[in-house]
């Protein structure tokens, strides 16, 4: 199992579950909860989840997932930034909670970057955090000069993780911002690492390492993602067979000779690149 430390909290697997699009009624429900079900039971036990995310529908299904196992398990969610003032953030955290039917969560994100002063949210979070209701909080799609910006907000070094879109179709941010969270000891999160399961899923690159290793393109977009060992990648995957697939590529290592064909396919950046969004 390959683990990623956070600088002030757990280890946890470098590969967890996303839940957006879960509860929306694209698979069973029941089918979405025993998949989550099985990740938890080979390993995957971060869960990745929002406030936004089927209007909270997704956190009552990850809080129906974690029924009876919730001491291990680790359980990320985000306030949406219309939320993220003084008082918006504490009552969006406490909704939260009872979605989740749990008294805390692990990890606590700003969604991304809205209206309200930085410094007013990162206050909030930390006595979220002095009370016990949060582990950690962390921020998501912030580009470097805004991380630069929370580093100098009052109590903003404190920030666990930022967590980005990554995959081998966006690679941006591996010229300056996973470099800057990696001198500064700080786990990146990796979303849409399959590339939501679109083109990326069949293209030849992919098709080409995964053949080398007997493994699927997915596996090898997840072991690309992890590959630094300071990213913790997080698919979301409906079915058990795709949970079954994605937590055995905690075991696959990519080679420089598969690197070789994936940098060919996906150039690395050669300059900056301003954060791309989902
Ligand atoms: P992903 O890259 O995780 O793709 C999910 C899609 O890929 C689903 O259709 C799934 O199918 C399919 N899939 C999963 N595993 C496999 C596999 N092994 N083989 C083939 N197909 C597979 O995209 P997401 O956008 O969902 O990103 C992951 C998570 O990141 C989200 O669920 C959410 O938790 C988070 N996120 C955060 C954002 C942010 O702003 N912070 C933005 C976007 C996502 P199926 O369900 O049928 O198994």
């Known amino acids: 199992m390959r683990i990623i430390d956070f600088a002030d909290g757990d280890g946890v697997p470098a590969i967890g579950q996303g839940t957006w699009m879960m509860a929306e009624g694209h698979q069973l429900r029941d089918e979405e909860i025993k998949a989550l079900r099985v990740g938890f039971d080979l390993g995957l036990t971060l869960v990745d989840t929002a406030e936004i995310y089927g209007g909270g529908a997704s956190e009552e299904l990850v809080g129906e997932a974690m029924e009876g196992r919730r001491d291990e398990l680790f359980v ?31 990890l606590y994100l ?15 979070l930390g006595r979220l955090r002095q009370e016990g209701k949060i582990l950690m909080w962390g921020v998501s799609n912030f580009d470097t000069d805004d991380m ?38 700080m786990p990146a999160m990796a979303y849409s690492p399959v590339g939501q399961g679109g083109s990326l899923l069949r293209h030849e690159a992919l098709a080409r390492v995964a053949g080398r290793h007997g493994v699927s393109p997915a596996q090898v977009a997840l072991a690309f993602a992890i590959r630094d060992g300071n990213v913790i990648a997080i698919p979301k995957a409906g079915t058990q067979e795709h949970v079954r697939q994605n937590a055995a590529a905690l075991h696959l290592h990519l080679e420089a000779e598969d690197m070789a064909v994936l940098d060919a396919a996906f150039p690395p950046p050669s300059r900056k690149v301003p954060l791309s969004i989902i």
């Not at 630069?148 to 941006?172: F, H, V």
Request: proline share 6%; with cysteine.
């Open 148 to 185: 630069q910006e929370l580093m100098e907000t009052p109590g903003g070094r404190a920030c666990a993780t930022n967590q980005i879109l990554y995959n081998p179709e966006e690679r941006g941010t591996e010229y300056d911002l996973l470099p800057w969270m990696r001198r500064e000891g």
């Open 76 to 106: 990320v969610s985000k306030v949406a930034p219309s939320h993220a003032s003084s008082l918006g953030t504490i009552r969006a955290l406490e909704a939260s909670l009872k979605r989740l039917r749990t008294d805390r969560i692990d």
């Open 110 to 124: 700003l969604h991304w970057r809205g209206g309200f002063p930085l410094a007013e949210t990162v206050d909030a």
